[in-house]
T-cell receptor
Framework: DVKVTQSSRYLVKRTGEKVFLECVQDMDHENMFWYRQDPGLGLRLIYFSYDVKMKEKGDIPEGYSVSREKKERFSLILESASTNQTSMYLC????????????FGPGTRLTVT | KQEVTQIPAALSVPEGENLVLNCSFTDSAIYNLQWFRQDPGKGLTSLLLIQSSQREQTSGRLNASLDKSSGRSTLYIAASQPGDSATYLCAVTLARASGGSYIPTFGRGTSLIVHP
């Protein structure tokens, strides 16, 4: 079974803090994604990566950055957390190939106070 | 830009009913379509993946169909149970890469409650 893990289920941070969210997958997938999910807005893509050290902006990259130094790990960084970044953050991974199926982690509920 | 719509947004049914959830999309040049289940406060769990060349997929009491020409997919749940209560999302991936990946577009989901 594919496993996607996220470093924290719940996180509370203060405004202005630098926040790191980690995502690790164990199936050698090339593609990894970071989404945020908010009531009424659905899933929105923040950043994605199709290879080590490669990253592409999604629909809402402002206020975020990412790092992919190893194939299995994709980190989302909030450079200076703000209250409007309070959200559920979801990581996903996908292999290249005919099945291109997304596998999601359990999510991190981030609260910025 | 691909738009994905799920109707209804919410559904409440008694246990045992057969039900149909709908997903429509505007661009039919798709790579695949995936149905997910999400429990409150949790991540998404993949239920079924339908490739562009397929018409349907089945898993247990779930059956998903795909009609590319009309831009529609349905998720059929047979003999619903209270444990089926969750939000169901569909995601459509276009058959053209954006950047270096194929990017899925998600619907807003259907919130299902099955009451005993």
């Amino acid at each position: 079974d594919v496993k996607v893990t996220q470093s924290s289920r719940y996180l509370v941070k203060r405004t202005g803090e630098k926040v790191f969210l980690e995502c690790v997958q164990d199936m050698d997938h090339e593609n990894m994604f970071w989404y945020r999910q908010d009531p009424g807005l659905g899933l929105r893509l923040i950043y994605f990566s199709y290879d080590v050290k490669m990253k592409e902006k999604g629909d809402i990259p402002e206020g975020y950055s990412v790092s992919r130094e190893k194939k299995e790990r994709f980190s989302l960084i909030l450079e200076s957390a703000s209250t409007n970044q309070t959200s559920m953050y979801l990581c996903a991974s996908t292999p290249w190939g005919t099945h291109y199926e997304q596998y999601f982690g359990p999510g991190t509920r981030l609260t910025v106070t | 830009k691909q738009e994905v719509t799920q109707i209804p947004a919410a559904l409440s049914v008694p246990e045992g009913e057969n039900l149909v959830l709908n997903c429509s999309f505007t661009d039919s040049a798709i790579y695949n379509l995936q149905w997910f289940r999400q429990d409150p406060g949790k991540g998404l769990t993949s239920l079924l993946l339908i490739q562009s060349s397929q018409r349907e997929q089945t898993s247990g009491r779930l059956n998903a169909s795909l009609d590319k020409s009309s831009g529609r997919s349905t998720l059929y749940i047979a003999a619903s149970q209270p444990g089926d209560s969750a939000t169901y999302l569909c995601a459509v991936t276009l058959a053209r890469a954006s950047g270096g990946s194929y990017i899925p577009t998600f619907g807003r989901g259907t919130s299902l409650i099955v009451h005993p």
